[in-house]
């Protein structure tokens, strides 16, 4: 009796910290900056992903996603609402709004292939969005296995202010099957 008692307090401190957690950070500001990061890739979208937060009491906090229509008022379920691209934008956007709305920890982003399933309107979108990474001083880490797409984004996001830096590495094998990966720092 005494250890399930002691297991109930666990639980119970467990989930308030979690439920404070959830409210610090799934709140409007992360909503708002969410909201800007997915309409800039996705301008023709009817809907925009959103998370509510319920304010139930006794029982656990969690951060619910829904859409709402982008002049007000709420959608449905977002695998209802979004098309599989645009989920993925969604997920995408959610990704850089949580690090553009929390305390930067570290001052870089590491994105694998991100682009993925973009049609080229979506690419040369989400490109503009990283420039405007980078005047907030992020550094971005971008991997991509395209060498078109390689070359697009390093020219979209070759330097374009005083201090600012871009180093590209191209990893590939020589003729004996060893991994090379010449790289090129381009500055302002």
Excluded: C
């Amino acid at each position: 009796e005494r250890r399930i008692g002691i297991a109930r307090d666990m639980l119970g401190r467990a989930q308030a910290v979690r439920g404070q957690q959830v409210q610090r950070i799934f709140n409007e500001e992360l909503n708002n900056v969410w909201r800007q990061l997915f309409i800039r890739l996705a301008p023709d979208e009817a809907f925009v992903p959103a998370f509510a937060v319920p304010q139930a009491t006794g029982r656990p906090v969690e951060a619910v996603l829904e859409t709402l229509y982008r002049a007000g008022g709420k959608g449905g379920n977002p695998r209802g609402m979004l098309s599989a691209g645009n989920l993925n934008t969604a997920a995408l956007t959610l990704f850089l709004a949580l690090h553009l709305s929390v305390p930067a920890r570290v001052p870089w982003l590491i994105l694998d292939d991100p682009v993925q399933n973009m049609d080229d309107v979506h690419i040369a979108q989400f490109a503009a969005l990283l420039r405007t990474l980078k005047y907030k001083r992020r550094q971005v880490v971008i991997a991509v296995h395209d060498r078109q797409l390689f070359d697009y984004l390093t020219l979209e996001l070759s330097p374009a202010f005083n201090g600012d830096r871009l180093v590209t590495i191209q990893l590939g094998r020589d003729a004996e099957g060893f991994t090379t990966a010449p790289w090129e720092l381009t500055g302002f």
